[in-house]
């Protein structure tokens, strides 16, 4: 494609006015967004106006006169709008970790009798962590059980209390068939789990059209709520009343302000909080949700295909050395597209240090993510034109870019 062509691209973009309202750095070329979104501009204002306005000058009352107290309904609402949920079913809590947690814990009261609790290998490991806690923490009576992702269909039997699947993969951007899969799980009685780390904001997805039973996600990465965000947890409306919440905290109480001592859960999908939530992070994020709902998410998609299509057709143009990890169909995959190389740390350190940012994943995967909002098709191009001038000079061989950071 030609650098005109490219032009072409970006001047035709019906997202192109969305990159301004972003606080990007001169110079670097942000292909991680994937893993902590980029920073909205409007969200310093308005936390700085939460942290002034509103602990600073209205103290404990803002819990009521700003609605603090409703931060985590309200911004699961909106969340709601990106994932196929109705108002209801999306609570903003905690982290995505803790969130699994609470989905595990609910398939199991909603299957008693079933023991094993299903994921794949290789997914994200704090999925396959928090199952194995849930293990020890019932001494055993529930067993771990992590299967080829090929294979899953034909594990799902009436020993498995919770499948729990990331949509999009986080190292290779493979989808799974959301509709299908679950609909088979079901059919053999067990309640899904879906993890939209990956996903939110990403593409469209539509939890209630594929009839999902749980869904959890993180708030920092598509969703640009800024580092260690509350994430969140869908639970379908017709479950709320059989679940009662492993993490029985206060704030999930019917009326925690009778401080009574005995728990009773709240309502709906109240009862899926836990403690008191963090409203600077909720302020952050709800600016980047805020942000979010203004782009039409079938134009997201669109845009994010195109953005990987073309990666992928120049990478294979200019940089023969890698292998393509992510699937070449722009339909099964996420937003981000994945390449391996056996030097992939030192390379990887080359780039960010040309100011291309994409992130490492062990042992050998250069992950890019593409984010419509703010990524331009000229940036895809120049991310291309620095790597394969990084391989032709082999510039990622000097010794400075071997040294491994604590965060890759
Ligand atoms: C990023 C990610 C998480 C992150 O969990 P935290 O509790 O926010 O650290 C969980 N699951 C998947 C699939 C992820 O990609």
Redesign the pocket.
């Given at each position: 494609m030609t650098p005109d062509q490219i032009a072409d691209l970006d001047r035709n973009d019906p997202l192109a006015g969305f990159r301004e309202r972003f606080d990007l750095p001169e110079g670097v070329i942000y292909l991680d967004g994937n893993?902590l979104g980029a920073l909205p501009k409007a969200t310093a204002e308005r936390v700085a106006a939460v942290v002034q306005e509103q602990w600073g000058a209205d103290l404990i009352r803002s819990w009521n006169t700003h609605n603090w107290i409703g931060a985590p309904r309200r911004l699961g609402d909106k969340i709601a709008r990106l994932i196929g949920a109705n108002p209801g079913e999306v609570i903003c809590a905690?982290?995505?970790?803790?969130?699994?947690f609470k989905a595990l814990s609910a398939c199991l009261q909603l299957t008693p009798e079933r023991s094993i609790i299903l994921s794949e290998t290789g997914?994200?490991?704090?999925?396959a962590y928090m199952m194995e806690g849930l293990a020890h923490l019932t001494s055993g009576r529930v067993e771990q059980k992590l299967v080829a992702s090929e294979t899953i269909a034909a594990h799902l039997d009436e020993t498995v209390a919770a499948l729990l699947l990331?949509h999009?993969?986080?190292k290779t951007g493979r989808l799974h068939d959301m509709a299908a899969l679950t609909a088979k799980a079901q059919a053999a009685g067990i309640p899904v789990i879906w993890?939209?780390?990956?996903s939110a904001g990403a593409l469209p997805v539509d939890l209630n059209g594929c009839n999902a039973d749980f869904a959890?996600?993180?708030?920092?990465?598509y969703l640009n709520g800024g580092p260690?965000a509350p994430?969140f947890l869908f639970a379908a409306a017709r479950h709320h009343d059989k679940v009662f919440p492993a993490l029985s905290g206060w704030l999930g109480h019917k009326a925690p302000f009778a401080f009574s001592d005995h728990y009773e859960p709240g309502t709906g999908i109240d009862r899926f909080q836990c403690g008191t939530p963090g409203i600077l992070g909720m302020a952050a994020l709800e600016s980047g949700l805020d942000l979010m709902l203004e782009a039409d998410m079938q134009a997201i998609r669109a845009k994010s295909q195109a953005l990987g299509d073309l990666f992928i057709a120049l990478i294979e143009a200019r940089c023969p050395q890698f292998e393509l990890v992510t699937p070449r169909d722009c339909r099964a995959r996420g937003s981000q597209v994945s390449i391996a190389h056996d030097q992939g740390y030192a390379i990887m350190q080359a780039l960010i240090d040309r100011g291309v940012i994409g992130d490492f994943r062990a042992p050998d995967i250069l992950r890019f993510g593409f984010t419509p909002l703010y990524t331009r098709y000229r940036d895809v191009a120049d991310a291309v034109d620095i790597l394969a001038d990084i391989m032709d000079q082999d510039s990622w061989t000097a010794p400075q870019y071997a040294v491994r950071a604590a965060v890759t």
């Amino acid at each position: 494609m030609t650098p005109d062509q490219i032009a072409d691209l970006d001047r035709n973009d019906p997202l192109a006015g969305f990159r301004e309202r972003f606080d990007l750095p001169e110079g670097v070329i942000y292909l991680d967004g994937n893993s902590l979104g980029a920073l909205p501009k409007a969200t310093a204002e308005r936390v700085a106006a939460v942290v002034q306005e509103q602990w600073g000058a209205d103290l404990i009352r803002s819990w009521n006169t700003h609605n603090w107290i409703g931060a985590p309904r309200r911004l699961g609402d909106k969340i709601a709008r990106l994932i196929g949920a109705n108002p209801g079913e999306v609570i903003c809590a905690d982290s995505t970790s803790v969130n699994v947690f609470k989905a595990l814990s609910a398939c199991l009261q909603l299957t008693p009798e079933r023991s094993i609790i299903l994921s794949e290998t290789g997914n994200f490991p704090t999925d396959a962590y928090m199952m194995e806690g849930l293990a020890h923490l019932t001494s055993g009576r529930v067993e771990q059980k992590l299967v080829a992702s090929e294979t899953i269909a034909a594990h799902l039997d009436e020993t498995v209390a919770a499948l729990l699947l990331t949509h999009t993969h986080y190292k290779t951007g493979r989808l799974h068939d959301m509709a299908a899969l679950t609909a088979k799980a079901q059919a053999a009685g067990i309640p899904v789990i879906w993890d939209l780390s990956h996903s939110a904001g990403a593409l469209p997805v539509d939890l209630n059209g594929c009839n999902a039973d749980f869904a959890v996600g993180c708030g920092y990465k598509y969703l640009n709520g800024g580092p260690g965000a509350p994430a969140f947890l869908f639970a379908a409306a017709r479950h709320h009343d059989k679940v009662f919440p492993a993490l029985s905290g206060w704030l999930g109480h019917k009326a925690p302000f009778a401080f009574s001592d005995h728990y009773e859960p709240g309502t709906g999908i109240d009862r899926f909080q836990c403690g008191t939530p963090g409203i600077l992070g909720m302020a952050a994020l709800e600016s980047g949700l805020d942000l979010m709902l203004e782009a039409d998410m079938q134009a997201i998609r669109a845009k994010s295909q195109a953005l990987g299509d073309l990666f992928i057709a120049l990478i294979e143009a200019r940089c023969p050395q890698f292998e393509l990890v992510t699937p070449r169909d722009c339909r099964a995959r996420g937003s981000q597209v994945s390449i391996a190389h056996d030097q992939g740390y030192a390379i990887m350190q080359a780039l960010i240090d040309r100011g291309v940012i994409g992130d490492f994943r062990a042992p050998d995967i250069l992950r890019f993510g593409f984010t419509p909002l703010y990524t331009r098709y000229r940036d895809v191009a120049d991310a291309v034109d620095i790597l394969a001038d990084i391989m032709d000079q082999d510039s990622w061989t000097a010794p400075q870019y071997a040294v491994r950071a604590a965060v890759t």
